[in-house]
């Protein structure tokens, strides 16, 4: 079992930036691919970003509305992850959720094991 408890969010104007974190519980958080998703009012949960670990290095994969704007990045040794966000725009606004999965792919589909219970990020313009 994965406890996942996001924390970051708020309100900045067009082209700030914000750092979400992602706290897990558990002993096997290294085991585990971290994703962010985020979903906007009245829209459907859309992938932002992912990363793996393997045991030596890290991939990462992000959406390409957020891509060279976006950076997940991971701590294994206090079991977070993070979502630093730069150039914020209107359009980025929305509640962003944590994920969590074993399975890399489970991850960038949405069909992860362990949801957070998200964090509101709003850009005002």
């Known amino acids: 079992q994965v406890q996942l408890v996001e924390s970051g969010g708020g309100v900045v104007q067009a082209g700030g930036s914000l750092r979400l974190s992602c706290a897990a519980s558990?002993?096997?958080?290294?085991?585990?691919?971290m994703g962010w998703f985020r979903q906007a009012p009245g829209k459907e949960r859309y992938f932002v970003a992912a990363i793996t670990w393997s045991g030596s290095s890290t991939v990462t994969y992000y959406a390409d509305s957020v891509k060279g704007r976006f950076t997940i990045s991971r701590d294994n040794a206090k079991n977070t992850v993070y979502l630093q966000m730069n150039s914020l725009e209107p359009e980025d606004t929305a509640v962003y959720y944590c994920?969590?999965?074993?399975?890399?792919?489970?991850?960038?589909?949405?069909?992860?094991?362990?949801w957070g219970q998200g964090t509101q990020v709003t850009v005002s313009s």
């Open positions: 558990g002993r096997t958080f290294s085991s585990y691919n």
């Open positions: 994920a969590a999965d074993l399975k890399y792919r489970a991850v960038v589909a949405g069909t992860v094991s362990y």
